[in-house]
């Protein structure tokens, strides 16, 4: 089925440790972004991208990298882990960025990360 | 002060009871979205709204741009109905989508 497909789904880590969330679509979206998810506050931008090859931070970049090589893929690496980037990771996609109207959202399944 | 707030936080209802979650916001939109996420799981689109209203189902969304607010209704409440709403503002003007911090219904059967 289309939509996003986010990789993995649980991830333990500990201090110091760097990995990849993977993330991909195949609704030739321009809009992809990560978010995080954390208990009482609202989904936080984590980077974005507009399209192959142009990413932008958003509210909480620091610890996090980006790249956009291809339309499909918009992979998220934590360099160096902490414990305060324990937390549920979500991609997702949409047509238009949000300076125009996105159309509909698409979000993956989610990454639930936890560094100890 | 948060652009986007939702309420309540928390809602319990019962089997067949009519719901409402409210957003406000306080930017100027190009959309509004509704999103629904379930325990575990991840979060799915329900409605995009410009104006008006929109219908899916027992779902209905409405916005009304003046007052800068939108409601979710859901008709005949049932216990699969159960999961955490959101709603996200595209105010056009910012770089990114603002979200609001959910309100987490509870349908007992």
């Known amino acids: 089925n289309a939509g996003v497909t986010q990789t993995p789904k649980f991830q333990v880590l500990k201090t110091g440790q760097s990995m990849t969330l993977q993330c991909a679509q195949d609704?030739?979206?321009?809009?992809m972004s990560w978010y995080r998810q954390d208990p009482g506050m609202g989904l936080r931008l984590i980077h974005y991208?507009?399209?192959?090859?142009?990413?932008d931070q958003g509210e909480v970049p620091n610890g996090y990298n980006v790249s956009r090589s291809t339309t499909e893929d918009f992979p998220l690496r934590l360099l160096s882990a902490a414990p305060s980037q324990t937390s549920v990771y979500f991609c997702?996609?949409?047509?238009?960025?949000?300076?125009?109207?996105?159309?509909?959202?698409?979000f993956g399944e989610g990454s639930r990360l936890t560094v100890l | 002060k948060n652009e986007v707030e939702q309420s309540p936080q928390n809602l319990t209802a019962q089997e067949g009871e009519f719901i409402t979650i409210n957003c406000s916001y306080s930017?100027?939109?190009?959309?509004l979205h509704w999103l629904q996420q379930h325990p575990g799981g991840g979060i799915v689109s329900l409605f995009m709204?410009?104006?008006g209203k929109k219908k899916h189902g027992r779902l209905i969304a409405t916005i009304n741009i003046q007052e800068k607010h939108s409601s979710l209704h859901i008709t005949a409440s049932h216990p699969r109905d159960s999961a955490v709403y959101i709603c996200?503002?595209?105010?056009?003007?910012?770089?990114?989508?603002?979200f609001g911090s959910g309100t987490q219904l509870t349908v007992l059967p």
């Open positions: 997702a996609s949409s047509r238009f960025p949000p300076v125009f109207n996105t159309g509909e959202l698409f």
């Open positions: 609704m030739n979206h321009e809009y």
């Open positions: 991208s507009v399209g192959a090859g142009i990413t």
């Open positions: 930017v100027g939109i190009s959309a």
């Open positions: 709204l410009s104006s």
């Open positions: 996200a503002v595209n105010s056009g003007s910012a770089r990114q989508l603002t």
